[in-house]
């Protein structure tokens, strides 16, 4: 890995670092009637041509907020985007006009979404949706479109593509409405494909048949992908690099490697211990402590600090930066060298 | 689907004598001497009475009678006949002209509703909190809860002798123009129910995970209102308009009757107040018909217009 990760302080970020897409200490908060809920607080990452990164994180760390102010859907009221850049080789998309960032959609970043179901409109054949961006963006005509669109669904692998081109959402399988979901997010050739948790939805076998497909087209096609997940087996075998979301900041940062030999955050550490082993028997699953956090009212210091383990007067207190560990790996923990090397053991 | 149809038809069957049969019973259970009935005030001589008693079968008596009648009745209906009602005009030739006439009504008044009532709903769908979406629900509120009994004839007063800006009744043979008032009034409550409905499936898909990820497709968003949700949202609007026509076309008493409008309601009306038993019995079993078929006719659609709806 040539790049320097996560930089410690967003102020301190190269203008432009040359990557694909690039995240700079993002904020966004929900303004509810209940009141202000900060889901994103200054997240940063980067994604480079043709890696993969995994954004790993429970049910409302911000995963998917992040990528959904990436792709500019989220529903403004009530989520508004605070601060922060989002470069996409070097242009902000943020500061661009809605127009703009309607040509990027589809064409540059495409997304898939966890319940394909819900995310297919009903009552239009899948031909139909995957051919409606071709006709739409491409100004393809509707043969072309049709013809274009069962090429598609061959190369997501839907057998006799042809013949169910006709058919609507509800009449395919749950891996075989992901598969299209996909094949209509590939359709005008993106440079990044968001999959925000493409796997959550189906069956253990389908997942990775899914997981398989994705890692597949990526290397075919030469996308960039960020992968959000809340499952560490689907990260394990696809992702180059991982960052862990806690309270809408990343916590960790690291290649899977690394991480996976000795994460360098107390969260991080948890959630790896509370994957069931097969091999270790007679031992009880160990879990984290705690809820996560509410986002109106995130905990002083570090927000993980009433669950953490390792928890002392300073995470209370203070903010923990991003440090880094070297190999590019950061992590937000006032003990972050100290958990590694509990981990590594 | 063609079993489901069939199916459907059967139920018809058994739904149209059940129907037929209790207002039949109701309508000749209440009379005392129906012969006298048919004759008015005029005294009934003995060689009438014994006459009509043949005619309608009135020498069996008791429930055994009654079944009796009620099959006679029905025969001559199945073969198309309605008989004749107490003023002796052919009830097929009553119902023949007032259905026009009913049926424009009911048309002027379903236009209104999809004119006004849907676009306004899409309007406030799409504008949610807005001041066009509280004011219409204010409005819509009021339109509901007021009674065709007190709107009809405050419009009539109003916009019809007041203002003059429509012919206050319609009398017979109504042209489109006359009918046009008594079309709003009665499509007004369609029309509140039609907005109220539109506004909130529209506002609901427009929340739906399909409208986030065509949005992630890049298209712009008029296209994504206007295809995606609009195919959804109007998928229950199409079905109540539809249930709404069958309502219609069975006829508005209250604003036939404040109007002056020759429609089946009216008639229905009239053979209500002056106890015409045939003439009511005919006309609902009529009305029976026209409901069930048009029922029919919107469930069959709604699986046209919802590809997960399946019947079996």
Known sequence: MTHSTVEPTPASATPDGGHLLELRDLHVEFRTNEGV???????????????????????????????????????????????????YR???????????????????????????????????PVGWQIGETLRQRAGMSRGDARRRAIELMDLVKIPGAAKRIGDYPHQFSGGMRQRVMIAMALALDPKVLIADEPTTALDVTVQAQIMDLLADLRRDLNMAMILITHDLGVVAGVADRIAVMYAGRIVEHADVRSLYKAPAHPYTKGLLESIPRMDVRGQELSTIKGLPPNLMRIPSGCPFHPRCPYVQQVCVDVVPHDLV????????????QEVRDDSAR | MFRYILRRLLQMVLAFFGTTLIV?????????????????????????????????????????????????????????????????????????????????????????????GVTAGVIAGIRRASIFDNSTLVLTLLVLGIPTIVLAPLAQYFLGVKWQLFPPTAGSDPTFYALLLPGIVLGSLSLATALRLTRTSVAENLRADYVRTARSKGLVKRRIVTVHVLRNSLIPVVTFLGVELGNLMSGAIITEGVFNIPGVGFNLFRGIRTEDGPLVVGIVSVLVVV???????????????DPRIRYE
């Open chain 2, 24 to 116: 039949y019973a109701l309508m000749f259970a209440g009379q005392g001497d129906p012969i006298q009935a048919l004759a008015g005030e005029r005294p009934v001589t003995a060689a009438q009475r014994a006459y009509l008693t043949e005619k309608y079968h009135l020498d069996a008596t008791g429930v055994g009678g009654f079944f009796y009648r009620y099959f006679d009745y029905v025969r001559s209906l199945l073969q198309g006949d309605l008989g004749q009602s107490l003023t002796g005009r052919q009830i097929g030739d009553i119902l023949q002209a007032a259905w026009p006439v009913t049926l424009k009504l009911a048309l002027i008044a379903l236009a209104v509703a999809i004119i006004f």
């Open chain 1, 325 to 336: 560990l070297g190999d590019g790996r950061t992590s937000a923990c006032h003990f972050a």
């Open chain 1, 37 to 87: 809920a900060r889901v994103i607080n200054g997240v940063s990452y980067h994604l480079d041509a043709g890696e993969t990164l995994a954004v790993l994180g429970e049910s409302g760390s911000g995963k998917s907020v992040t990528a959904q102010a990436i792709m500019g859907i989220l529903d403004t009221p009530p989520a508004f985007v605070r601060s922060g850049q989002i470069l």
């Open chain 2, 291 to 305: 409901y069930l078929v048009s029922n029919l006719v919107v469930d069959v659609l709604y699986a046209v217009l």
């Open chain 1, 90 to 124: 070097g242009q902000d998309l943020l500061t661009g006009s809605e127009e703009q960032r309607r040509q990027v959609r589809g064409k540059e970043i495409a997304m898939i979404f966890q319940d394909a179901l819900s995310a297919l409109n009903p009552v239009f």
